[in-house]
């Protein structure tokens, strides 16, 4: 389906929020002022209406199904994003004093640490690089074999470094990861997990919103000063209605979430990522040095190319050129964050493949008119 939104067409490579299906803004269009037939907008329900507690069982019905969650997981719906997650996860799973292991492989696994040292003691696996450029391999980790749980972030945004070989689960040790910017883009092993965090606006949906998958075996043992909304105990035994939640958030999400199961589901998902980023990095690997990818091949994102122009450090003059063209053909969000510059393509679930062709398609004629 063509997007009709804009003429002309605006490229959205936005690092999150990010693009949501054309698709889903329709459906949420026509529902905008009226939901159905309750003559009212999903934004001024109650929360505990019939017309909402069907939405919110949708959105879990959906996800339980797209990532084949087992039944001794459950499924919540939190404020704070992603990262209200970093403060939940070791204040529920772990108590004052314990230990806790944590990868560090960008800016969002360090966050996460710095997060929990405020209730844990931190003990992080991998030694600091100089720069983020790989992921060390996990025989070489240091884990504390003391820890409560290990975890880790599965796909670093800001540095486009994604895992490509899933994590191995230590015995006895829970394995939680932070999915935010890859979540959904692939199938995953649940039962491998003692759980899963995933703010939902970059690849499931709008701001708002976190939804946490955690084995149920690892509820119910917060740290006292835990507060009542991170409290996985609290929000299980309110079906994530303790307090008002993010109503329309959720109504978005479980949108979302049945656009990806139109689609196609994970796998499909998982086919799009691959050739949406090998079409970026195959232009870039032929680019003679023009462009620039620092990261290990082995460990490149999926979602987030992240690159120079113009040498390793790029090339001031021509990054700004880039940019300035790259506004002229309707790109939105393609600067790199400002911890590492350059460039960045984000491209999360609603990226269609058309726009990274559009996109490898303006690398080569850049590079041919800037060529020195
Ligand atoms: C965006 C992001 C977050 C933070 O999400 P917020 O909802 O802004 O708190 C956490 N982890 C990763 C990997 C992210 O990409």
């Known amino acids: 389906m063509s997007d009709e ?60 199904e797209l990532l084949n969650i087992p039944e001794n997981y459950k499924v919540l719906f939190a404020h704070g994003g992603g990262t209200g997650q970093f403060a939940s996860i070791p204040l529920n799973l772990a108590q004052a004093g314990d230990v806790v292991n944590y990868a560090i492989t960008g800016t969002w696994s360090e966050k996460a640490a710095k997060e929990a040292e405020k209730y844990l003691k931190v003990n992080r696996v991998t030694t600091k690089p100089e720069k983020f450029i790989t992921i060390q391999p996990q025989s070489t980790w240091n884990i504390d074999p003391a820890g409560k749980y290990l975890f880790y972030t599965d796909n670093e945004t800001i540095h486009g470094i994604e895992y490509q070989v899933p994590v191995t689960p230590v015995p006895g040790m829970p394995l939680v990861f932070d999915m935010t910017s890859n979540f959904l883009t692939r199938p995953v092993n649940v039962s491998n997990y003692g759980a899963i965090i995933a703010g939902t606006q970059k690849n499931a949906g709008v701001a708002g919103l976190a939804i946490i998958i955690v084995r149920d075996d690892l509820i119910g043992k917060p740290q006292t000063i835990c507060p009542s909304i991170l409290d996985y105990k609290v929000l299980n035994a309110n079906r994530s209605l303790y307090n008002t939640p993010a109503t329309y958030s959720i109504y978005m999400c479980k949108l979302y979430l049945q656009w990806i199961k139109d689609q196609g589901g994970l796998e499909e998902m998982a086919r799009r990522a691959k050739i949406r980023s090998s079409l970026i990095y195959n232009v870039i690997d032929q680019s003679n040095g023009f462009y620039v990818n620092v990261i290990d091949p082995a460990t490149r994102s999926r979602v987030n190319a992240v690159f120079r122009v113009g040498g390793p450090t790029g090339d001031a003059e021509l990054e700004k050129r880039f940019l300035e063209e790259a506004a002229k053909r309707n790109f939105v969000g393609v600067k790199g964050h400002r911890s590492v510059g350059g460039i960045r393509i984000s491209m999360f679930n609603a990226c269609p493949v058309k726009d990274a062709e559009v996109v490898a398609e303006f690398l080569k004629e850049f590079m041919k008119n800037n060529q020195k």
């Open 5 to 64: 939104r804009q003429h002309p067409y605006t490229y959205n490579f936005n690092a999150g929020p990010a693009k949501v299906p054309q698709e889903v803004l329709r459906i949420a269009q026509d529902e905008f002022i009226y939901y159905r037939n309750s003559g009212i907008s999903v934004m001024e329900m109650s929360h505990r209406s019939v017309e909402f507690e069907a939405i919110i069982n949708d959105a879990e019905k959906l996800l339980r």
